[in-house]
């Protein structure tokens, strides 16, 4: 084998791990992603997406806070936290999000807003502020299902005791994208520092 022959085949090897690498990792996200861990919990903590310009909840975005309200209605949490920051669109989400819980029956006092949360860890760093003694807290995590496994890693790192995810049910192509992003997300959170 020549020398160009034997960098070409060291090359496809590092590409052939780095892809298994690639699907095995995300073969995990998407385990975990789609097979909630339920519990009771005294929060849950629903992360934003876009809101459209005329104020009404993106279709992933209602998914997430449908998802929320069920785990509600279903007093497998005694609140539900929503978090988000305000979009290039005008709208802040967390308030957003607040309004259709309210105008679906969850009473106001049962609705915490983070308006400041516009990534996971600040949803995370947020909760531990908004939630009383969040140390012995239970919270349940809502999200898509790819975005889960980085949500729960943030919330333990910052020193939830119990965290339990659910999935929104709502998927569509650009999943694929945020799937990709994951891998790498996933390992920056496990793995930095966190304040």
Not at 52 to 75: F, P
Not at 126 to 139: G, H, Y
Not at 143 to 148: A, E, M, T
């Amino acid at each position: 084998m020549t020398l160009s022959g034997k960098l070409k085949f060291r090359i496809r090897a590092i590409l052939l791990v780095l892809l298994g690498w690639f699907l095995l990792e995300s073969s995990v996200t998407i385990y975990q992603g789609v097979n909630d861990t339920m519990g009771s919990a005294d929060y849950a903590v629903v992360l934003g997406s876009k809101v459209h310009e005329n104020g009404e909840l993106s279709e992933r975005l209602k998914a997430r806070v449908d998802q929320g309200l069920k785990l509600y209605q279903d007093s497998l949490v005694q609140k539900v936290l929503v978090s988000g920051g305000r979009g290039k669109e005008g709208h802040n989400e967390a308030i957003k999000m607040a309004e259709y819980l309210i105008a679906q029956g969850v009473p106001a006092p049962d609705v915490v807003m983070d308006t400041l949360g516009n990534t996971t860890y600040l949803t995370a760093k947020n909760s531990t502020e908004l939630i009383p003694d969040f140390k012995t807290k239970r919270v349940i995590v809502v999200s898509q299902f790819f975005h889960l496994r980085r949500t729960e890693i943030i919330f333990e790192r910052m020193g939830f005791e119990q965290v339990y995810r659910s999935h929104a049910r709502h998927f569509e192509l650009r999943d694929l994208y945020g799937l990709f992003r994951e891998f790498f997300a996933v390992y920056k959170y496990r793995f930095m520092k966190l304040e």
